[in-house]
C-alpha cells in the first residue's frame, strides 16, 4: 500500500471496483478476451482475424503516440469503427463476475466500517450494471449506495467528468476526500490534484486494513 497526501479529516471515499475490491487477475483478463470472442461471431470473423486487425492498429497507435497503450475500448474505436456505445453493450454481454469472484467477508467487515464513518462512492470504468453484479457478488451491494458507471459519466478514468460526478454525491469538500484504487494514474492522478488524498493498494490486506489506517477507532 502507498498513502498519498491523507487529510486529518476525512469525510468521504471513492473507491475504485477493478483489482482494488477483489484480486482475480484470470477473471480481469478474461473482461477483454470475451469481448473479442464475442466480437469475433458477432462479426462473422475467427478470433484470430480480429486479434490481428486489433493488434496492428494497437502498434500503430502505440508507435504514433509514445509507446501509450489505448484502452480497450478505444481500439474497437480505431480499428473497426466500433462505437463506445456499442462497447458498453459489449462489455454488459463478456463480463462474467459470477463465474469468478465469491463473497468476501472481509471485505464486507471493512467496508462495514468504513461506511459507518465516512460516505462511500464506487466510480468504475465498467458499466453499472456490471459494477451491481459484481458487488452483489462480492456480498457488498448494501454498502455503496450509489455507483458512477461508464455509462454515467460518458468517459473512462482518469477522465475527470467521472470524478466531477462522484464529489458531486459526496457533497464534502474534496480535501476531505480519499480515493482509493490500484493504478496510480487511473485512480488518484486526478483526485490529489484535486485536493484530495490517495491510496494505493497492491492487495486485499491493504483493503482490509484501511479502517484501522483511517482512523484506528472500531477494529473488528
Ligand atoms: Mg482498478
Redesign the pocket.
Known amino acids: 500500500m502507498v498513502t498519498y497526501a491523507l487529510p486529518q479529516e476525512i469525510r468521504g471515499l471513492v473507491f ?5 475490491l477483489y484480486r482475480n487477475e484470470a477473471y480481469y483478463n478474461s473482461q477483454v478476451g470475451n469481448q473479442v470472442a464475442l466480437l469475433a461471431a458477432d462479426l462473422g470473423w475467427t478470433v484470430d482475424r480480429l486479434q490481428g486487425e486489433l493488434a496492428q492498429w494497437e502498434d500503430n497507435f502505440r508507435r504514433e503516440n509514445g509507446g501509450r497503450k489505448p484502452s480497450f475500448g478505444n481500439t474497437l474505436l480505431g480499428a473497426l469503427g466500433y462505437p463506445i456505445a456499442r462497447s458498453v453493450e459489449l462489455r454488459r454481454r463478456a463480463i462474467r463476475p459470477e463465474d469468478y469472484l465469491d463473497e468476501d467477508l472481509r471485505l464486507r467487515g471493512a467496508l462495514k466500517l468504513l461506511a459507518s464513518r465516512f460516505r462511500l462512492v464506487l466510480v468504475t470504468n465498467n458499466p453499472s450494471d456490471v459494477a451491481v453484479r459484481t458487488l452483489a457478488v462480492l456480498g457488498v451491494s448494501d454498502l455503496f449506495p450509489r455507483i458512477i458507471g461508464l455509462e454515467e459519466s460518458g468517459h473512462s478514468k482518469p477522465h475527470p467528468a467521472a470524478f466531477d460526478l462522484a464529489y458531486q454525491y459526496l457533497g464534502v469538500p474534496p480535501p476531505t476526500v480519499v480515493s482509493v ?3 496510480f494514474p ?2 488518484l492522478e486526478v483526485p490529489l490534484a484535486r485536493g484530495s488524498g490517495g491510496i494505493l493498494v497492491e492487495a486485499m490486506e491493504d483493503v482490509y486494513a484501511l479502517p484501522e489506517l483511517l482512523g484506528g477507532e472500531g477494529k473488528s
Open positions: 475504485d471496483m477493478d483489482l482494488t484504487g490500484d493504478r487511473v485512480d
